[in-house]
């Protein structure tokens, strides 16, 4: 069943990056970055309140967005991208402690026709799809090349500052880690105020201006799309201001 299913929805895919890259490596490397963001000008609220309102999840929501970043920025129309599966997909692993995770393919097809809302559904239900086939056949496996992956965390409490006792108190001290197995992991966090966010990325492969592009368009998209969700594709504007600032040349003779 597994084997079908896979074989049907990822066939005539061309596995080819999402998000060019800017340098071509004769050797890998290996070597990483990271990019840590906060957005200030849509709360977890409003977004939370967008996704209810539409009948969709938070984490819809925000792949939904990317889907249209790839599409807007790169002139993606038939892309994957990877998305996270819990793993426990039998009743007796709910309550077990373990790393069950599985990275799981996320086919998006797009054209300009369609309507914000119309992606964000379908996005909808392609996660509910692939969500009902999380073992992927080793044969299907190895042929994956999935260079972008996108992850929401929504933690059950604030992990910031862990009270174990009234004298003992336990604080989150970030880990920087100098090694990405993929090009780009992006990660997203909420609060009870912000969506927070952090880009591990291959340096030897994206310039960290290219990194900041990247997160800049993707929060002018969000906040458009929360706007006008009933917007077709092609009238929503992410172009930042400066980027429409006009260049004035003056040329001087002497």
């Known amino acids: 069943k597994n084997t079908a299913f896979w074989d049907t929805y990822l ?28 957005y200030e000008s849509v709360k977890t609220a409003e977004l939370n309140a967008f996704a209810r309102q539409h009948n969709v999840s938070l984490h819809t929501l925000l792949i939904g967005v990317f889907n249209v970043l790839l599409y807007k920025m790169f ?13 426990r ?16 393919p996320l086919r998006t097809r797009i054209n300009s026709n369609q309507t914000i809302l119309e992606i964000l559904n379908q996005t909808h239900q392609n996660l509910l799809l692939i969500d009902e086939h999380p073992d992927i056949p080793e044969t299907i496996q190895s042929k994956l090349r999935l260079d972008a992956v996108f992850v929401l965390q929504n933690p059950s409490f604030d992990y910031s500052n862990i009270a174990v006792s009234e004298d003992l108190h336990l ?6 880690e ?11 966090i909420t609060n009870e105020a912000n ?19 990247i997160q800049l368009k993707y929060e002018k998209l969000l906040t458009e799309i929360i706007k006008h969700p009933d917007s077709p594709l092609k009238a929503i504007d992410f172009g930042l201001s400066f980027e429409k600032e006009r260049k004035i040349e003056i040329g001087l003779n002497f």
Not at 75 to 87: A, P
Not at 171 to 176: C, F, G, H, R
């Open 171 to 176: 604080e989150i001290t970030p880990v920087m």
């Open 11 to 38: 066939r005539g895919y061309s596995w080819i990056n999402n998000v060019p890259f800017d340098y071509e490596p004769l050797e890998e490397k290996h070597s990483g970055a990271h990019y840590h963001f906060r």
């Open 75 to 87: 002139g993606k129309e038939d892309f994957c991208i990877g998305t996270v599966n819990s793993g």
């Open 89 to 104: 997909t039998h009743a007796e692993l709910h309550n077990q402690l373990g790393m069950f995770v599985k990275t799981l």
């Open 195 to 213: 969506l927070l966010g952090h880009i591990s990325y291959a340096d030897q492969n994206y310039e960290m201006e290219t990194i900041e592009l």
């Open 178 to 188: 100098l090694f990405s197995r993929l090009p780009l992991l992006i990660t997203f």
